[in-house]
């Protein structure tokens, strides 16, 4: 159907959350550069993979993430550590995807539910339906043989209509759209929630590290509500509502949370830093052989005290800085 248009208004509540988001994101842009700021960048797509495989009921904490990520031993389940590979894998790629591709929608699907799915990579072949935690069926999806269809039309909508709707709310229909027609036997959501940052970030680079997905499990009830709300009004103005809301109190948190701009100057903050893991202390002789250094001072002088006044390094004994037992950690 080249006429197919899913179901929603543009209200002024979704005009006045763009206003904001679009005025946050100039400030963000003035305030820091994340191309400058790696540690920044990887932390917040490391929030972005726990919170959404957390939505999904994965037990790991952000920590356990992390570690898996770092390739360090981590006590769990075998599938809970394959769904947090996966999930890097998938998010390590998203410049790579087409946004408008449903055959680049079916590979990170089978980087998502890697060993994890017999159906990985395919549209489901059997029926299936959604409930609720007392196992009552609260949305039938539509039967396999609906499936290329309905993605079809989703997908030639978000592609012509690319440069006419906001992609805030473009994102966020398709968002809705796709966890409706629920195309796959499992994984819908993890990717969901990816392809809206595909979408995003292929407009913008800075989406790419927003970690939206933390604001939607801080918010999973809401999230949930504002599905089966729509589902049962038919269309998906509410969740857009619901969705813009929450980028932009995200995007308050990282203003809030991201240090001053590191200007050409602050070259030996990013060399420390990135040598450097969060919370985990080191002692000046590590990092000094880390970054190739021999001399205590140029350590202390041109890395450890710049960062230090800027709030991106802390000692482990900070009333007693000259201590022998002093260790430095990233924050």
Same mark, same amino acid.
């Given at each position: 159907? +080249?006429?197919?248009? @899913?179901?929603?208004t543009?209200?002024n509540k979704?005009?006045?959350? *763009? ?15 994340l191309?400058k700021?790696?540690?920044l ?5 490391i ?10 009921? +994965?037990s ?18 075998k599938r ?10 998938a998010?390590?790629?998203?410049k790579?995807?087409n946004?408008?591709?449903?055959k ?7 980087i ?8 990985s990579?395919?549209?489901r072949?059997?029926?299936?339906g ?7 069926c ?10 290329d269809i309905?993605?079809n039309?989703?997908?030639n909508? *978000?592609?012509?209509?690319?440069d /006419? ?8 229909v ?7 027609i629920h195309?796959f ?11 809206q940052?595909i979408?995003l970030? +292929?407009?913008?680079d *800075? ?7 933390? /604001?939607?499990?801080?918010y999973q009830?809401d999230?949930?509500?504002?599905i089966?709300?729509c589902?049962?009004n038919g269309d998906?103005?509410i969740?857009?509502?619901f969705?813009l ?19 050409e100057?602050d070259?030996?903050?990013n ?11 080191m002692?000046a ?7 190739g250094i021999k001399?205590?001072e140029t350590?202390?002088?041109n890395y450890?005290n @710049?960062?230090?006044e800027?709030g991106l *390094? ?10 022998k ?7």
């Amino acid at each position: 159907m +080249n006429d197919y248009k @899913p179901p929603f208004t543009i209200t002024n509540k979704m005009l006045d959350y *763009i206003s904001s988001i679009m005025e946050k994101i100039g400030k963000l842009d003035n305030y820091t550069n994340l191309n400058k700021m790696p540690h920044l960048r990887r932390n917040n797509k490391i929030k972005s993979i726990h919170s959404s495989l957390a939505i999904e009921a +994965n037990s790991l904490s952000l920590n356990q993430v992390k570690d898996v990520i770092d390739g360090k031993l981590v006590l769990g389940s075998k599938r809970e550590i394959q769904e947090v590979k996966n999930a890097y894998k998938a998010y390590e790629m998203i410049k790579e995807f087409n946004p408008y591709s449903i055959k680049d929608l079916k590979k990170a699907h089978g980087i998502m539910t890697y060993l994890i799915t017999l159906e990985s990579g395919d549209f489901r072949k059997g029926d299936e339906g959604v409930f609720d935690e007392k196992g009552v069926c609260i949305h039938i999806c539509p039967p396999p043989d609906q499936l290329d269809i309905l993605m079809n039309n989703l997908f030639n909508w *978000i592609k012509k209509n690319k440069d /006419q709707i906001h992609p805030l709310i473009l994102s966020s229909v398709f968002h809705y759209e796709f966890v409706f027609i629920h195309p796959f036997s499992d994984g819908n959501g993890r990717i969901s929630r990816l392809w809206q940052n595909i979408i995003l970030s +292929n407009w913008k680079d *800075i989406f790419e590290y927003i970690p939206i997905e933390s /604001q939607l499990f801080k918010y999973q009830n809401d999230y949930y509500e504002a599905i089966a709300k729509c589902n049962k009004n038919g269309d998906s103005t509410i969740f857009v509502e619901f969705m813009l809301n929450m980028f932009d109190q995200v995007l308050d948190e990282i203003i809030n949370n991201t240090p001053p701009s590191l200007n050409e100057d602050d070259i030996n903050i990013n060399k420390i830093l990135n040598v450097m893991d969060i919370n985990i202390p080191m002692t000046a002789k590590e990092i000094m052989n880390k970054l190739g250094i021999k001399s205590k001072e140029t350590l202390r002088k041109n890395y450890l005290n @710049p960062a230090m006044e800027k709030g991106l *390094i802390k000692q482990t004994i900070p009333d007693k800085p000259t201590s022998k037992r002093q260790m430095y950690y990233k924050v």
